[in-house]
């Protein structure tokens, strides 16, 4: 079994303070075998923001994933915003826009889709799909494969498509190629797992798409900060979402998965199993 510590919108620069100690104790007590960061590490991009993110990442367990989200492309300085649009990530958090982590149960790759031009919205390209699916499909068949991006390739409770990640059809056609069975993401602020059947109709594939809540930014929009625990033991997935409760983060949902011969199907709660 492993389990991938999933955190996203840290958003230093504008964290609740209270937080962050919590968070450690939280992901120091589970014990992950990985960490997720899955992008907005600081809130407007400044220097002073990047030192901080570095700090508290440095309490945290490694290995991790981390990567950048659309507010650590500088906004307001233009010549950066264009020119080095990563320059700060890259000096203060990785220098690697790619990372990658493989053992014998688990592939996890991230994908940048923070871009210059748009403010919001995110994108990813085909050379990224193409290079991130070579890598993923070198694992075994008994691996569970996971991709990071910050921005979502579903929006919960949304019929219109307005803050997917750009190209996300062309994307999800990829993933499906290279049999990726879970997409980790973030920049709703919003805890949700779906399912990429829900939204992508590509035959013989089936993905979780796991959302994390914005885990200590005190811009909390309309839900609590939280964090998500994936414990992974192929065929079943167990997702718990650990929620800020003002001391501590605490358990406050947990969803079943199990990889049936129709995907990835949710193990309901007495009621016998149920298409995500
Ligand atoms: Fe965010
Ligand atoms: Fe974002």
């Known amino acids: 079994m492993r389990v991938v510590a999933h955190l996203s919108d840290l958003h230093f620069g504008r964290t609740d303070p209270a937080t962050l100690p919590a968070l450690a104790n939280a992901i120091a007590a589970a014990?992950?075998?990985?960490?997720?960061?899955?992008?907005?590490?600081?809130?407007?991009?400044?220097?002073?923001?990047?030192?901080?993110?570095?700090?508290?990442?440095?309490?945290l367990p490694r290995p991790q994933i981390v990567v950048p989200g659309n507010h650590d492309v500088p906004l307001y300085d233009v010549l950066s915003?264009?020119?080095?649009?990563?320059?700060?990530?890259?000096?203060?958090?990785?220098?690697?826009?790619?990372?990658?982590?493989?053992?014998?149960?688990i592939a996890i790759l991230g994908i940048n889709s923070a871009r210059s031009w748009t403010f919001k919205n995110g994108r990813v390209n085909r050379d990224q799909?193409?290079?991130?699916?070579?890598?993923?499909?070198?694992?075994?068949?008994?691996?569970?494969?996971?991709?990071?991006?910050?921005?979502p390739y579903d929006v919960p409770g949304?019929?219109?498509?307005?803050?997917?990640?750009?190209?996300?059809?062309?994307?999800?056609?990829?993933?499906?190629?290279?049999?990726?069975?879970?997409?980790?993401?973030?920049?709703?602020?919003?805890?949700?797992?779906?399912?990429?059947?829900?939204?992508?109709?590509?035959?013989?594939?089936?993905?979780?798409?796991?959302?994390?809540?914005?885990?200590?930014?005190?811009?909390?929009?309309?839900?609590s900060n939280s964090f998500n625990l994936i414990a992974i033991d192929r065929p079943h997935v167990r997702i718990d979402r650990l929620t800020w409760d003002e001391a501590a983060f605490a358990?406050?949902?947990?969803?079943?998965?199990?990889?049936?011969?129709?995907g990835w199907s949710r193990v309901g709660d007495g009621h016998g199993a149920e298409r995500a």
């Open 31 to 59: 014990r992950p075998d990985v960490v997720v960061v899955s992008g907005d590490l600081t809130q407007r991009a400044r220097r002073s923001e990047f030192a901080q993110a570095r700090q508290f990442l440095e309490t």
């Open 81 to 105: 915003r264009w020119l080095l649009p990563l320059d700060r990530f890259r000096r203060y958090i990785s220098s690697d826009l790619a990372p990658f982590y493989a053992d014998d149960e």
């Open 129 to 151: 799909v193409a290079r991130g699916c070579a890598r993923l499909g070198l694992s075994g068949e008994q691996v569970t494969r996971i991709v990071v991006t910050h921005h």
């Open 158 to 223: 949304a019929g219109a498509g307005g803050t997917l990640v750009g190209r996300a059809r062309m994307a999800m056609a990829g993933f499906a190629k290279c049999r990726v069975d879970m997409i980790l993401s973030g920049h709703l602020h919003v805890g949700h797992v779906g399912h990429s059947a829900a939204r992508y109709k590509i035959p013989r594939h089936s993905a979780l798409l796991v959302h994390s809540g914005t885990t200590t930014s005190s811009r909390r929009r309309s839900e």
């Open 251 to 262: 358990l406050s949902a947990t969803e079943h998965f199990e990889l049936t011969q129709d």
